[in-house]
């Protein structure tokens, strides 16, 4: 049995040092250093309690994450993260789940939960972390591998069609789709702070650069090596003929023409809608059959349904 | 079956003479859209009223657009064991019902047949033959606009009158099932019943029946439900809030249930994607805290092996219900077979122990599945549960669970945990904290990788061979605390009979019917599967031969399922095998045979099964 103690002492305000857990055993200069270190950022920044957060997981180098952060924590397996986290979310609602893993995690093995997580528009946020390689099994070809790229299953270049990450994402359901660059921590905490902010199920692609399979897969978006970081901007309703350019999240054609748009494309929110989620459904349904029965003790409940059965 | 116990009561006045009955197997065999299930329900649900035995076989065509179909009612006053090897009254709808079933009756049995479609051999001097235009009179009987919708009541009819059936029960309950309806199925299905009920037989039968006053003891009421309501009622019962699955035959019933039901008691139960979402998604309502549950049959619970070794793994309590079918793959969906056995022990990857358990009748679907919720929590584990085609649509009636004395309140359990909290000690039972629980010391990762007792990753290999034997040991703990099963018959003696599931009621009897016969023959029924109760050994040696009977097949060398385990676990040669493929529940009579094939196989001296 574990021993239960007396609650603890009133909190103190949530350090980087409360959050951190094991030392990452990630590559030195994988991007996923820095999208968990603006993670971190983030839950300081929003002082979220360790009893309000839960960061799950599936396989890949990524999907190490829970490990990493030191909070309610789950590792699963390879591309059912997001059954997983479901099942959390919808059981537990005073959790806010975060579901961290990889590219073939997300669009391969867990391809078809992804899109059943995010037309159920289950309440939670699933950071994806691409590399566009498989990293932790050593450089084979992922559903997002541009064509020519060399792997070692694919040694003169890979020529299956990559998945577009923002289109597959549009076209799943999800409620709230961003994209960010491992290289911009504070576009990161940004994409954070909204993906948390919204009800239902939030999506944020990270481009995360692997440095031992894949270097310089995301330059492009890097200015410092000479590349340019575009962020999406989106309306402010001010009625300038400047906002009439700007970006509407909420329309799925305009943010199926950022998805087209030529790499490096552009980063921030590319979608926003506001139905239902699955939990608030889910939770009138409940309301409903539970007046139904007149709020009747479980037992009578069940005593009720046998005696319709004599 | 009728005739041995059965009496004639004295006529009175010239009127037919009314025979008591004991028990008796009605099988009703037709095409599935005629509603002959419904009849079969009312039926079982009637005898279950009047605190007779009752037990139900039904098969159902796996094409939705309806083909032949039966169900077999075999009511009593004594205790039913099993649906009956021969029926006593067949009623024929069609011509091919007929050809299919009159096999089945036995000598002496009554043939009731619909007069405008079966053209029975009335030379055939075996049977009473008893025709009845069953269509015509249903259409004059409804005003034909229910086309041949109400025959099934005008046979229930026929039936209350043939058999002095209590009409006001049956009335009420088919008040029951049709007055949520609009008025005009009610009224026809009274007109339709009240046809059936008033016609005469009186011309073709010399006798109408009764069953015999049950004698029961301290008689509380029965409910009558099939075992997959049994399932869902008794998960329900043990706390169970949550769940998700995908849907399968037969075991589809259990999640619709759920689905309508976990929400009057403030649950959810999610329809997923496939299995694979399914099991996750079980698995994350069990990590959040709570009690939680997945089911399929066969092909689903394949597509749940790699979550499951998770969870063995992660030591997370679950409760999987597998309803078997014959296998493998698509195989044959709505037959029974126990053939899932080893899958659900061994289908994992790696060293995966788990619990495995199988229910032995509709009551003990609900019991047995109380049990496996108790033990997922208490042994941090998966626990499955092998229920089978036959029981899942088997109709049983049995006393009322006391849900005063039975009945458990789900908890989540979130009191703060200690600095010295850890999710896997090396010495004791894992207690997982589930998220939302402050936590003194630091917060804890489940996880499928092999871990420290802090949950950290490690390919340490002294700590990989304490963390498989603290999963295995805990299995071990767990049989130590286990029942040793009741043998039923001969204390000691030539012949065990082993099972395990569904093939309770039929081995039973065979071994009442054995003993009868002069046999020195028992039966030993196994519950929990996986890990055996301690304490079989003793058992297995007070007989000279130990058979196990199985709805399986006999494999590469020679033994099912079961008894390939037992014979691994015990090392005696004297286990052997009965076993079968015919996707049908055993008869009494085949598994006699099989004792007196084995028996005869080995002592050429001996004879088991005298006369047969
Ligand atoms: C069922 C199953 N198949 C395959 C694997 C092996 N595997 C582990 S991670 C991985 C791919 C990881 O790629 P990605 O999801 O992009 O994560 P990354 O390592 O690149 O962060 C594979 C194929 C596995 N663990 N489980
Ligand atoms: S292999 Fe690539 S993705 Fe994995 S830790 Fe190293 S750099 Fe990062
Ligand atoms: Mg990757």
């Known amino acids: 049995m574990s021993s239960t103690v007396e609650a603890p002492a009133p909190r103190q305000p949530l350090k980087k040092k409360d959050l951190t857990a094991d030392h990452p055993t990630w590559c030195p200069g994988c991007g996923d250093f820095a999208v968990l270190a603006s993670f971190y950022r983030f839950l300081e920044k929003a002082q979220i309690p360790h009893e309000k957060i839960v960061v799950l997981a599936g396989i890949g180098c990524s999907s190490r994450f829970p490990y990493f952060v030191n909070s309610h924590s789950g590792h699963f397996i390879h591309g059912r993260s997001i059954p997983f986290a479901s099942g959390v979310s919808l059981s537990r609602d005073d959790l806010h789940v975060f579901v961290f893993g990889g590219d073939g995690d997300g669009f391969s093995i867990g391809g078809n939960h992804l899109f059943h997580g995010a037309r159920k528009n289950i309440n939670l946020t699933y950071v994806i972390m691409d590399n566009s390689v498989y990293g932790l099994t050593k450089k084979q070809t992922s559903p997002t591998s541009p064509i020519g790229f060399k792997t070692k299953t694919d040694p003169t270049g890979a020529f299956d069609r990559p998945v577009n990450p923002m289109k597959a994402l549009l076209a799943s359901g999800a409620t709230f789709i961003a994209r960010s660059h491992a290289a911009q921590v504070n576009h990161m905490v940004d994409m954070y702070e909204r993906a948390y902010a919204h009800k239902g199920f939030s999506v944020i692609e990270i481009l995360s650069e692997c440095v031992e399979f894949y270097p310089g897969a995301f330059d492009a978006a890097v200015p410092r090596k000479g590349g340019k970081f575009v962020e999406v901007q989106l309306k402010k309703g001010d009625g300038t003929p400047d906002d009439a350019q700007r970006h509407d999240p909420s329309d799925a054609d305009a943010a199926f023409r950022l998805a087209n748009l030529e790499a490096p494309g552009v980063y921030g929110v590319f979608y926003q809608v506001n139905p239902p989620s699955k939990n608030e459904l889910e939770a009138q349904l409940v309301a409903k059959s539970r007046e139904r029965v007149k709020h009747a003790a479980h037992i009578d409940v069940l005593r009720g349904t046998f005696a319709r059965m004599r | ?612």
Not at chain 2, 589 to 601: A, M, Y
């Open chain 2, 1 to 612: 079956m009728v005739s041995p116990t059965s009496s004639t009561a004295t006529p009175e006045g010239g009127a037919p003479s009314v025979e008591k009955l004991k028990d008796a197997v009605i099988r009703l065999a037709g095409n599935s859209q005629d509603g002959i299930q419904t009849i079969g329900g009312f039926l079982a649900r009637l005898a279950g009223r009047s605190d007779q035995d009752v037990m139900t076989y039904m098969t159902i065509p796996s094409t939705i657009s309806g083909g032949p179909s039966i169900f077999q009612v075999r009511m009593g006053s004594g205790e039913v064991l099993s649906a009956g090897d021969q029926a006593d009254f067949l009623v024929a709808f069609y011509q091919h019902s007929y050809e299919s079933h009159i096999s089945f009756l036995r000598e002496g049995g009554v043939l009731i047949y619909d007069t405008d479609h079966v053209k029975p051999n009335l030379d055939d001097k075996r049977f009473v033959h008893c025709g009845v235009a069953i269509t015509g009179l249903t259409i004059e009987a409804c005003g034909g606009a229910a086309k041949d919708k109400g025959k099934n009541m005008f046979v229930l009819g026929l039936l209350a009158r043939l058999f002095s059936l209590k009409v006001d029960k049956l009335r009420a309950l088919i008040t029951e099932r049709f007055g949520t309806k609009d008025g005009d199925v009610l009224r026809n299905a009274f007109l339709a019943f009240d046809a059936g009920y008033a016609y005469t037989v009186e011309g073709l039968l010399k006798r109408y029946y009764a069953f015999e006053d049950p004698v029961r003891p301290n008689a509380c009421p029965q409910v009558t439900m099939d075992g997959n309501q049994a399932i869902a009622y008794g998960l329900i019962a043990a706390g169970c809030r949550y769940g998700a699955a995908y849907p399968i035959t037969p075991w589809s019933s259990i999640m619709e249930i759920l689905r309508t039901e976990l929400p009057k008691y403030g649950g959810t139960f999610v329809q997923c994607e496939d299995e694979l979402a399914a099991v996750s998604l079980a698995l994350g309502a069990a990590y959040a805290g709570h009690l939680s549950m997945t089911g399929s049959s066969g092909p689903g619970l394949s597509l749940k092996m790699e979550a499951l070794g998770w969870a063995v793994m992660a030591e997370m309590p679950l409760v999987v219900v597998n309803i078997q079918r014959g296998g493998p793959s698509t195989g044959l969906p709505t037959n029974v077979e126990q053939s899932d056995l080893m899958q659900a022990i061994y289908g994992s990857h790696g060293d995966a122990p788990r619990v495995v358990v199988a229910p032995q009748n509709v009551e003990d679907c609900f019991y047995l599945t109380m049990d496996a919720c108790r033990i997922a929590k208490e042994y941090s584990v998966p626990v499955i549960i092998l229920s089978d085609q036959a029981l899942s649509s088997r109709i049983e009636a049995f006393d009322e669970p006391d849900l005063e004395k039975i009945m458990v309140k789900p908890v989540l359990d979130l009191s703060p945990r200690g600095e010295d909290f850890k999710p896997y000690p090396l010495d004791r039972m894992t207690r997982h904290a589930p998220p939302g629980t402050p936590m003194k010391g630091a917060y804890p990762t489940v996880t499928g990788l092999e871990h420290d007792e802090g949950g950290h990753p490690t390919g340490n290999p002294a700590l990989h061979m304490k963390m498989t034997a603290k999963r295995r040991d805990k299995l071990r703990q767990l049989a130590a605390t286990l029942p040793v099963p009741e043998v039923c018959g001969d204390q000691d003696g030539d012949v065990l009979l082993v099972g395990w599931g569904s093939t309770w009621g039929p081995i039973r009897e065979a071994v009442k019917r054995g003993q009868a016969a002069g046999q020195k023959i028992a039966h030993l029924h196994l519950r929990h599967i996986h890990p055996l109760p301690n304490g079989l050994e003793p058992i297995f040696a007070r007989y000279r031969q130990v058979f196990v009977v199985e709805v399986n097949d006999e494999g590469l060398y020679g033994f099912g399922q079961l008894a390939t385990l037992l014979r691994a676990r015990y090392a005696l040669n004297k286990i052997r095998s009965i076993t079968k493929t015919d996707g049908l529940t055993y008869r009494v009579r085949e598994i006699l045979e099989g004792v007196r094939r084995l028996s005869g196989e080995q002592t050429s001296t001996f004879s088991l099964y005298p006369g047969a």
